[in-house]
């Protein structure tokens, strides 16, 4: 399966900073993508999916300018928290879809970034 | 609507001994199913899956699960747990919409005593 690499792995920041976390899909071309976020002890969220050369479709109840994604290359997509607030203190995985047509493979999952807003 | 019921929130075994997890799915198609696990602060990790072929579907480190169409079910199970395998593990049906989502239950978490 494709292997994904999350970067950085954890940030602490100063409320009302801007944070961006990438997604690399290392040895896969990806086109779609998708960005989660999982509060303590709980499921994953669906935040959007990440589309390569367009825009991204975002989840009911995700705000689209909080919550930049960008998917400009077949390999990365960012998630750009804008003027991050301790709210979104949570940890945010990507993934990436296996297979082209199939839309029943599996998803290949990064390790997650635990962004801590002070 | 599909979804997806983790019947265990929390699971506790003896190492070397069997270790089963719960799942019930509902969905009015042929579903794709997939249990993955989380190590602490760390992403998901695909153990196996289920796509419609062999109802009994064996995964890594020695995991394996069963399709019951009657029963709508898709245990997972390990005949001899290691202390490795404590962790999260997530139930997951393919969402039919053709968009590629997954669709989530709620997580147990397995712990394993020594």
């Known amino acids: 399966g494709a292997v994904v690499s999350q970067h950085p792995s954890w940030v602490i920041c100063k409320s009302g900073t801007s944070v961006k976390i990438e997604c690399r899909s290392l040895d896969f071309q990806a086109t779609t993508m998708f960005w989660y976020r999982q509060f303590p002890k709980q499921s994953l969220m669906l935040m959007a999916t990440?589309?390569?050369?367009?825009?991204?479709?975002?989840e009911q109840g995700v705000e689209k300018d909080k919550f930049l994604i960008n998917h400009a290359s077949l390999t990365l997509s960012t998630l750009t928290v804008t003027s991050a607030h301790p709210e979104d203190s949570s940890f945010y995985i990507c993934?990436?879809?296996?297979?082209?047509?199939?839309?029943?493979?599996?998803?290949?999952f990064g390790d997650g970034t635990r962004l801590s807003i002070l | 609507a599909q979804s997806v019921t983790q019947l265990d929130s929390h699971v506790s075994v003896s190492e070397g001994t069997p270790v089963l997890l719960r799942c019930n799915y509902s969905s009015s198609y042929s579903p794709s199913l997939f249990w993955y696990v989380q190590h602490p602060n760390k992403g998901l990790q695909l153990l196996l899956k289920?796509?419609?072929?062999?109802?009994l579907v064996k995964g890594i480190n020695g995991f394996e699960a069963e399709f019951k169409k009657s029963e709508t079910s898709f245990h997972l199970t390990k005949p001899s747990a290691h202390m490795s395998d404590a962790a999260e593990y997530f139930c997951v049906v393919s969402d039919p919409s053709n968009t590629g989502k997954l669709i989530f239950g709620q997580g147990t978490t397995l712990q394993v005593k020594p």
């Open positions: 289920y796509t419609s072929a062999a109802t």
């Open positions: 993934s990436v879809m296996d297979g082209g047509p199939y839309r029943n493979q599996p998803q290949h």
């Open positions: 990440s589309n390569e050369g367009s825009k991204a479709t975002y």
